[in-house]
C-alpha cells in the first residue's frame, strides 16, 4: 500500500510540475525549466524507493555493466561494414532497376 502512495505522489507531482510549467510563461524559461527539472529529479527519487522502482534500478545498473562488456568495432572496421553495406545497396538497385526495366520493355512489347 506505501509502494502505490508513492508511485500516486511521484505521478501528481510530476503532473503539477508540467501544468505549472505550462501556467507561468511570464516567468524566465530557464526557470521554469530548472524547476521542472526538480520535480522530475524528485518524482524519480521518491519512485525509486519502492519495489518497482528498487527492480528499474537494478535493470539499469545491470545494463550498465552489459554495455561495459560490449567490444566496440575500431573506425577501420566500421568503415569497411558501412563500404560494404553502401556497394551492396547500389548492386541491388542495379539489379532491381534491371528486372524492372526488363518488366516494362515486355509490357510495352505486349501491348503494342
Same mark, same amino acid.
Given at each position: /500500500? ?8 511521484? %505521478?501528481?507531482? +510530476?503532473? &503539477? *510540475? @508540467?501544468? =505549472?510549467?505550462? /501556467? ?8 521554469? %525549466?530548472?524547476? +521542472?527539472? &526538480? *520535480? @522530475?529529479? =524528485? ?15 537494478s535493470y539499469v545498473k545491470d545494463t550498465q ?48
Open positions: /500500500m506505501a509502494d502505490t502512495i508513492k508511485l500516486i505522489v511521484a %505521478v501528481v507531482l +510530476l503532473i &503539477a *510540475a @508540467v501544468t =505549472l510549467f505550462y /501556467m507561468f510563461p511570464e516567468y524566465s524559461t530557464l526557470l521554469r %525549466v530548472l524547476g +521542472l527539472l &526538480a *520535480a @522530475v529529479g =524528485l518524482s524519480l527519487f521518491i519512485a525509486s524507493r519502492t519495489a518497482k522502482g528498487g527492480t528499474v534500478l555493466v552489459e554495455v561495459r562488456k560490449v567490444v566496440w568495432p575500431t573506425r577501420q572496421e566500421t568503415l569497411q561494414t558501412t563500404m560494404i553495406v553502401i556497394i551492396m545497396v547500389i548492386i541491388a538497385a542495379l539489379i532491381l532497376w534491371a528486372f524492372d526495366s526488363m518488366l516494362g520493355w515486355t509490357v510495352r512489347a505486349l501491348t503494342l
